[in-house]
């Protein structure tokens, strides 16, 4: 059973960065794509970044440019670089294994408990 832990989330500034990372167990990271979601209060849950098999990128565009998504399949580790954060950036971080068609993302993993990010003013 895919089992996902997110870590790294923590209370920062504006213009600061955090680094966020989510270990993966109970699958082989290297055959699948991977995605960070957030979810802020009162808002529905939106994928700000995913990473294919092939290590290919995509964000959104709320974070292009500040935010970078890594994978290390031999650690079997996914992580969020999160650079130049913003009030807005604050919400719960959840990381996913799934899967591409096309160019839409499918997350395909039960959700992890997500780490927390407060970004103050």
């Known amino acids: 059973q895919v089992q996902l832990v997110e870590s790294g989330g923590g209370l920062v500034q504006a213009g600061e960065s955090l680094r966020l990372s989510c270990g993966v167990s109970?699958?082989?990271?290297?055959?699948?794509?991977a995605g960070w979601y957030r979810q802020a209060p009162g808002k529905q849950r939106e994928l700000v970044a995913t990473i294919r098999s092939g290590s290919r990128t995509n964000y959104a565009e709320s974070v292009k440019g500040r935010f970078a998504i890594a994978r290390d399949n031999v650690a079997n580790m996914v992580y969020l670089q999160m650079n130049s954060l913003k009030p807005e950036d604050t919400a719960v971080y959840y990381c996913?294994?799934?899967?591409?068609?096309?160019?839409?993302?499918?997350?395909?993993?039960?959700w992890g408990q997500g780490t927390q990010v407060i970004v103050s003013s």
């Open positions: 996913t294994l799934g899967t591409f068609m096309g160019t839409s993302y499918y997350p395909a993993s039960r």
């Open positions: 109970g699958s082989t990271l290297t055959l699948n794509a």
